[in-house]
């Protein structure tokens, strides 16, 4: 009887230490934290640069004249490029309307691109009012494919060009597709756009 206990008490040890093991391993990997994403030395000067460039935004052409801007976004966006771009949103609650504009990133000479283009978009809470006769708006693809720029008739609706945006050769490149190719185009949710003096994205 007393031998029988004795071999008892071991199972039980022995099971003790096993669950006791088994809880120490588990906890150890709730622990452990996620490898996070690493950031290329080009893109966080590209990121520096775009904080820079914000800061000093009104110095460049909107197609605006010199009407001053009732409020800034801006948003970072992958046009094709490891190097990310630059969107900047203009919004001019007096005209209705609001504007935007493409920047890009050299590393080899640490300097930052104006694209020539200039996208009209509208005011959101000013849009019934607009006397613009078109609209646009930008549609962001996944994996880094791109930017696409779709205007509209405000009166039918019809769809008056697709643009799709890329950026090569330190340059913006708009190419015009047609609605079934855009439609095959993988898209992300939203295109996300802060304040001007939100710079979360640039962190």
């Not at 914000?54 to 190097?83: C, E, K, P, Q, W």
């Not at 001019?92 to 309307?97: E, K, L, N, T, V």
């Not at 920047?103 to 020539?116: A, H, K, L, M």
Request: net charge negative; proline share 4%; charged share 25%.
């Amino acid at each position: 009887m007393k031998k029988m206990c004795r071999i008892l008490a071991c199972v039980g040890t022995l099971f003790l230490t096993a669950c006791t093991t088994s809880t120490s391993v588990t906890k150890q990997k709730k622990e452990t934290p996620e490898p996070k994403e690493t950031v290329s030395p080009e893109v966080t000067e590209a990121l520096h640069a775009y904080n820079e460039l914000l800061d000093n935004i009104d110095a460049y052409d909107f197609g605006m004249g010199d009407t001053v801007s009732d409020h800034v976004t801006y948003g970072i966006v992958y046009l094709n490029h490891d190097i990310p771009q630059l969107i900047v949103e203009k919004f001019y609650d007096a005209q209705f309307i609001a504007v935007a504009k493409i920047f890009g990133y050299d590393p080899e000479t640490q300097t930052y691109i104006s694209s020539d283009a200039v996208f009209q978009i509208d005011n959101p809470s000013q849009m019934k009012l607009s006397p613009s006769e078109t609209y646009g708006w930008f549609t962001l693809l996944q994996d880094h494919k791109g930017l696409v720029y779709t205007e509209n008739n405000r009166s039918t609706h019809e769809i008056l060009k697709i643009e799709l945006l890329t950026w090569e050769d330190n340059q913006l490149i708009v190419k015009e597709i047609t609605k079934m190719e855009f439609n095959s185009l993988p898209k992300e949710p939203k295109l996300i756009m802060l304040g001007i003096n939100d710079r979360r994205l640039l962190k």
